[in-house]
């Protein structure tokens, strides 16, 4: 223990304090204080304790102390053996530091004044750190937010989209699982992206063979059923903050037991809702702190006007690409296919006026093959006219792709007709004849002049002279034919 005198050891006093000021990272900090306040008072053991249950020894038996409960121990200690003080940061008590005599006896009014310094410094100290640890935490915040804009605007697909906002906000937050939740057509809101830690997200142990699939597949699908006591703010727009997933009785979702703490944030720009971010940590984990919620809140703020954005690229990308494309097929119908027509009307004419027979013929064949190309090049037209993806997987689907690609070429909307289970009964060697007949027939009607209207009809419940089931195509177009408007029907059939 330090003499009783008035005058502290300023040598010793000054020491402590650089050393609690020189570390801007917060443990380190407090691990500063603690040792100072050993060395300056010469105490046995010293324990810091602050808030969520943390502690920090030095000296003989600060281990155990610590462990068994470090203000018990001192009130053990009792009197004069013992000392305590707290740790103020703005006016605010932060932890207590609590010393245990030494073999010197009791502590001295001049141990209790230096503590009292080093107390007033350390708050200071902590204060300081405390700022440089929000600083830093902002600055993570704003890197994961540019990184996750930069991912997003060069070209990700959606679901790629969303697992880079769901991974990149797991790992800023510290949480066991980042996922992503967007609204059903019910009225809930389920996951449709999940990224989890090496430990599987809160998964069991006799789960864990390969964690973080398990437990991204574990989560994918699962959804907050309406009626849900945060649906409504989490439809809203409103973020939600959980201090228990497993006993808050707001959450209702099966895999609620494994998680503790949780942020469910709104993913949000320009008054849309895009869906909610949630990030909870495992059970027994630190709440998030104030600070915590608001930079996740930011940044979910800014994934989402970076997923609107990303969308918007998107969309300018494909209709660059119909634009193309359209171009494209007004270059071939425009240039090639009444190229092609006119060398098949000059032909024509010579097969007319051609007297020999062998002549005849090969101007014969020489008109189909010209027909033939320019079938095939109507075709590619009408295939250059379809959005390049979600293609129709069903027969009634094709069908009305097909007249709908055709109508441009047509300048009319053909009207589309289906009688029976279509997309049941017809099946794939029959959709396939089917389709090309109609592209043949809708090729054919282009050729014609003055339509004015085209009619597909498809029955799938109609009988063939064999007796067996079977679905009729009938294309029916208005148009001219050698300049007389009677009108053409085309008839086919195919077994089912």
């Known amino acids: 223990m330090t003499d009783d005198v008035t005058t502290p050891p300023l040598p010793l006093l000054l020491d402590a304090v650089l050393s609690v000021g020189t570390e801007l990272e917060l443990h380190a900090t407090l691990q500063h204080i603690v040792t100072s306040a050993v060395r300056l008072t010469e105490a046995r053991w010293g324990v810091l304790e602050v808030g969520a249950g943390e502690v920090f020894t030095a000296g003989d038996g600060g281990d155990s102390a610590g462990v068994g409960g470090a203000a018990g121990a001192v009130r053990q200690a009792g009197g004069a053996g013992s000392l305590s003080v707290p740790i103020l940061v703005r006016d605010e008590e932060f932890g207590t530091l609590h010393l245990a005599a030494g073999s010197a006896g009791a502590f001295s009014d001049s141990d209790r004044g230096l503590l009292r310094i080093l107390a007033g410094q350390a708050g200071i100290a902590v204060g300081n750190a405390r700022l440089y640890e929000t600083a830093r935490q902002r600055e993570r915040w704003i890197e994961g937010a540019a990184a996750v804009t930069t991912a997003l605007l060069t070209g990700e697909a959606a679901a790629d989209a969303l ?76 973020p939600v903050f959980i201090e228990d997933s497993a ?124 027909e033939s190309t320019i079938q095939e090049v109507r075709t590619a037209i009408f295939a ?68 004015t209207r085209v009619d597909v009809v498809v029955d799938a419940g109609v009988g063939l002279p064999d007796g067996r089931s079977g679905v009729r195509l009938t294309v029916y177009d208005d148009g001219e034919t050698d300049g007389v408007s009677a009108g053409t029907t085309v008839t086919w059939q195919a077994p089912l």
């Open 384 to 451: 250059l006219q379809q959005p390049p993806a979600d293609a129709p997987t069903t027969f009634r689907g094709k069908v009305l792709k097909e007249t709908a690609g055709a109508a441009a070429v047509l300048g009319v909307q053909p009207s589309v007709h289906f009688s029976g289970a279509v997309d049941t009964r017809v099946t794939e060697p029959a959709a396939g004849r089917l389709l090309r007949a109609l592209r043949r027939a809708l090729a054919a009607a282009s050729r014609r002049l003055a339509v």
């Open 247 to 370: 006993t808050d009785p707001r959450m209702t979702t099966h895999v609620r037991s494994r998680f503790g703490p949780s942020m469910m944030l709104p993913l949000q720009a320009g008054g849309r809702l895009i869906g909610t971010l949630a990030l909870p940590r495992r059970r027994g984990d630190h709440p998030y702190t104030a600070v915590e919620r608001l930079l996740a809140t930011q940044f979910a703020s800014q994934a989402a006007l970076a997923l609107v954005l990303a969308d918007a690229q998107q969309s300018r990308q494909r209709l660059a690409v119909f634009e193309d494309r359209d171009r494209i097929a007004r270059d071939l119908h425009d240039l090639v296919v009444q190229r092609l027509f006119a060398t098949g009307m000059m032909l024509e004419s010579t097969r007319r006026r051609a007297g020999s027979a062998p002549v005849g013929t090969a101007l014969d064949q020489a008109v189909d093959e010209l």
């Open 163 to 238: 697992m880079t906002v769901a991974q990149q906000a797991r790992l800023l937050a510290g949480a066991a699982a980042g996922v992503v939740l967007q609204p059903t057509p019910a009225g809930g809101m389920t996951i449709v992206a999940a990224a989890t830690d090496a430990a599987g997200g809160g998964l069991p142990p006799e789960r864990r063979r390969h964690p973080a699939a398990a437990a991204q597949n574990d989560l994918i699908g699962t959804t907050i059923e309406p009626g849900s006591a945060v649906l409504e703010q989490l439809l809203g727009g409103e």
